[in-house]
């Protein structure tokens, strides 16, 4: 199984600051056809389901605000919260879906400093 | 409105089973592949399984092969997560989710339901 490892665990930014949430996984998730990485984030607020924000580990999904973005180096990922905001505190998980089981990162909790 | 709405969770003893439910509206339906996510209470994602949108393939994860059993009624827009021989380790929100679309062979989960839990105790 591919195994995804995020870091931090937790992380506490001041508003209108820069979040940075890695993700690594334990294989390429390049897919040689389209040449895209099968990466996506999330954002999980309390006592609701995940949402997802970022996939093919660059695209933002549909509404979700600019100052997310994703970037990538070989299998090493990244989720950037610019500009950060109250509503923004959540658990962050990454995800691949290059190959079942589409396994998830451990979750980052992301919180206000 | 793209919907995805879970039901049939509760409490049921070890060794027991239990049949999940999602009805789907609001988007093409026999065009996406469906799956079905669990968190434990206070864990992480964990993905369970996946059936593609024919009702012709299925996946599982190693935790729960051989004791799930995904399935789909197009006709209908149900998906199905029927649990046999549970644990107290399957205890969890069970979240039914849709592929986005467009990205092939898989791709990101774009629409979750709100959950349904099953609590797995005696």
Known sequence: DIVMTQSPDSLAVSLGERATI????????????????????????????????????????SGVPGRFSGSESGT??????????????????CQQYYTTPHTFGQGTKLDIK | EVKLVESGGGLVKPGGSLRLSCAASGFTFT???MNWVRQAPGKGLEWVSSVSAANSYFYYS???????????????????????????????????????????????????GQGTLVTVSS
């Open chain 2, 31 to 33: 065009n996406t592949r």
């Open chain 2, 62 to 112: 190693d935790s729960v092969k051989g004791r799930f059993t995904i399935s789909r009624d197009n006709a209908k827009n149900l998906v199905f997560l029927q649990m046999n021989s549970l644990r107290a380790e399957d205890t969890a929100v069970y979240y039914c989710v849709r592929d986005k679309g467009g990205s092939w062979p898989y791709d990101a989960f774009d629409v979750w």
């Open chain 1, 22 to 61: 890695n993700c690594k996984s334990s294989q390429s998730l390049l897919y040689s056809s389209n040449n895209k990485n099968f990466l996506a984030w999330y954002q999980q607020k309390p006592g609701q389901p995940p949402k997802l924000l970022i996939y093919w580990a660059t695209t933002r999904e």
């Open chain 1, 76 to 93: 090493d990922f990244t989720l950037t919260i610019n500009d950060l905001q109250a509503e923004d505190v959540a658990v962050y998980y």
